[in-house]
């Protein structure tokens, strides 16, 4: 699926969290979403861009905005990697990468002269009623809060 821009319905989902239970997008109706996608639990720059969250949870929560971050991981690396690192949002395991795919950010990467399939580290802010507000593709790891932050703020 290609990318997903401001205005259009967010797909909606259902994954596990890292303790396992079921999350949906829907049942955030009536709030703002910052949902973004990481690469792969504890590795540096997604360290770097799910603390960033954790530490501006409170802002968000102020601005009746949930946070959800979604990556490729088992239930158990969410789990491992939310526990090492206090973060107390969802952090949803998609390992089929079929979240990923209908957010149009599962493609192909290259690294040391190497292509594969993999996570494009993207956010999206949803609005209240599941509407796309504003979508970044390859955001950098230190840029998912203040972007969504300057949009939450007008």
Not at 12 to 23: A, E, R, Y
Not at 44 to 53: D, K, L, R
Request: proline share 5%; net charge neutral; with cysteine.
């Amino acid at each position: 699926m290609g990318k997903i821009t401001a205005g259009e319905k967010a797909p909606d989902f259902t994954l596990k969290d890292q303790n396992g239970n079921d999350v949906s997008l829907s049942s955030y109706k009536g709030r703002k979403v910052l949902v973004y996608f990481y690469p792969k639990a504890n590795t540096p720059g997604c360290t770097t861009q799910s603390c960033a969250v954790e530490e501006a949870r409170p802002d968000f929560e102020t601005l009746n905005t949930a946070v959800i971050g979604i990556s490729p991981d088992t239930v158990d690396k969410q789990k491992k990697f939310a526990e090492k690192y206090s973060l107390d949002f969802p952090l949803l395991s998609d390992e089929d990468h079929s979240v990923a795919e209908a957010f149009g950010v599962w493609g192909e990467k290259k690294l040391y002269g190497k292509t594969y399939m993999g996570i494009i580290r993207s956010s999206f802010l949803i609005d209240e009623s599941g509407v796309v507000a504003e979508s970044w593709y390859k955001v950098s790891p230190k840029n998912t809060v203040p972007y969504a932050m300057k949009v939450l703020k007008g």
